[in-house]
């Protein structure tokens, strides 16, 4: 059973970084066999996309409210994916969520509902 956990979350001022991680456990293959997405919802809002790192060294792709801040990596020797945030603003405040599938075409990466595995999410504030 796939696992995922998220940590490095927190409370930073608008400005600064923070850098999460996605842990995976429990998969059937290595962690490169995964195209891994983190995702993020505020309160009241719906779970919004915000990068994902395709499978296979297949690219990374990003939203456009995130792109030029933030960076998504993977380290295959530790089975973890980094999302590198930085230049927070208080509009990047939410649970932040990782997601994991192994079948994921191109045209479905932005898509919640096409991920199989998914972690508890961590929460990041950004103060004004």
């Known amino acids: 059973q796939v696992q995922l956990v998220e940590s490095g979350g927190g409370l930073v001022q608008a400005g600064g970084s923070l850098r999460l991680s996605c842990t995976l456990s429990?998969?059937?293959?290595?962690?490169?066999?995964?195209?891994i997405g983190w995702f993020r919802q505020a309160p009241g809002t719906e779970r919004e996309f915000v990068a994902t790192i395709r499978r296979y060294g297949g690219g990374d792709y990003y939203a456009d409210s995130v792109k030029g801040r933030f960076t998504i990596s993977r380290d295959n020797a530790k089975n973890t994916v980094y999302l590198q945030m930085n230049s927070l603003k208080p509009e990047d405040t939410a649970v932040y969520y990782c997601a994991a599938d192994r079948a994921l075409i191109l045209s479905s990466i932005r898509l919640p509902n096409q991920y199989d595995y998914w972690g508890q999410g961590t929460q990041v504030t950004v103060s004004s």
């Open positions: 429990g998969g059937e293959g290595p962690l490169n066999t995964y195209t």
